[in-house]
Structures are given as C-alpha cells and as structure tokens.
C-alpha cells in the first residue's frame, strides 16, 4: 500500500511540477500557528476517472483544452481559462485535491514558505489525525495526507527544499 501511495503522490507532484494550478499566490509566507492563517502552497484537483478519454471528451465540449501529461500513461491535464484539472485513470480510488507548500499559482519556488512538517503540526495540534504523516525527522520534498468529514482526501505534497531559515 506505501508504495502505490509513493506512486500516487510521485505523479500528482508530475501534474503540479509540470503545470502549475490554481491557488496561492505570492503572498508572504506566515508561521504556522494557532493565531496566523496558514499558507497550503498552490492548489489543484486530480479527478480519478474510469475512462480517460470519455472524460477527456467531457471535459472538452465544456471547451477545456489538454495542455499536458501523458494519455499513454492515463494521466493528462486540462484546463480551461485559469480552471486546471488532472485526470487520472487507475492511479487512486477518489479524487484528491493537493495542496502544494512551496509553489506559488505559476508554479514558481518561493524562497520563503511555510515546510510541510510545520504545517502538519499545527494541523495535528488543532486536533486533525493525518491519514498518512511526514517524516518529521526529514528535510526537503515531503507529505502528508488528511481525509475530510465526507471521506475527501486533501495532500499536502512538497516537492522543493525546505526553507532556508
């Protein structure tokens, strides 16, 4: 099961590393606690479908266009103005959405964020249970998983060095 998580997580970091979504913006980065807002990084939607290229031709009669990803590989990306989804056929049961902490809505790096670590402890001080926890101990690319009340699940997937601080 860790492994075909590893997976999933290495092909949503793909469609965010590759382009972009939306979300955060270049807002300055705020420490995670209990009185300041957090920052989640970009944010983008990976539909999980049961036939790519049905879906595919659904969501071009509402005029979205494919503008990345690879269909050989059942994944593709498709947007619409400033609206991006993926589509992922096979590679997770539900639809996700990701939260990106260290990516701005270009997909730019941000030289100060706050680490996905950092966010998960604040989240589990507020009384959230992680579904799937990062590795405190650890530096750089990392995640973390959370299920909402309706069985969402919500990825807080960093891909980029920890900040320098």
Same mark, same amino acid.
């Given at each position: 099961?860790?492994? %075909? ?7 949503? !970091?793909?469609?965010? !590393? +590759? ?6 913006? #270049? ?6 606690? $209990?009185?300041?807002?957090m920052?989640?990084? #970009?944010?983008s939607? +990976?539909?999980?479908v &049961?036939?790519?290229?049905? +879906?595919?031709?659904?969501?071009? &009669?509402? /005029?979205? &266009? ?13 947007q #619409?103005g400033?609206?991006?989804i ?13 939260? #990106?902490?260290?990516?701005?809505? /270009?997909? $730019? ?26 590795? $405190? !101990?650890?530096?750089?690319? !990392? ?13 807080? /997937?960093? %891909?980029?060095?920890?900040? &320098?601080?």
């Amino acid at each position: 099961m860790k492994t %075909h998580t590893l997976a999933i997580a290495g092909a949503l !970091a793909l469609f965010g !590393a +590759s382009f972009g979504a939306l979300g955060a913006g #270049n807002a300055p980065p705020t420490q995670a606690t $209990e009185n300041r807002t957090m920052d989640l990084g #970009n944010f983008s939607i +990976s539909l999980a479908v &049961k036939d790519i290229r049905a +879906s595919k031709a659904f969501y071009e &009669k509402l /005029d979205f &266009k494919e503008v990345g990803g690879k269909l050989e590989q059942n994944w593709i990306v498709l947007q #619409n103005g400033a609206a991006r989804i993926g589509l992922f056929q096979g590679m997770f049961d539900k639809n996700i959405m990701t939260f #990106n902490p260290g990516w701005t809505k /270009d997909k $730019e790096t941000m030289k100060e964020f706050q680490d996905v670590r950092e966010l998960q402890r604040t989240l589990k001080a507020r009384g959230l249970k992680m579904a799937i926890e990062a590795d $405190e !101990a650890t530096e750089g690319p !990392a995640y973390f998983q959370l299920t909402d009340p309706d069985g969402n699940t919500l990825l807080f /997937d960093q %891909h980029v060095p920890s900040p &320098k601080r």
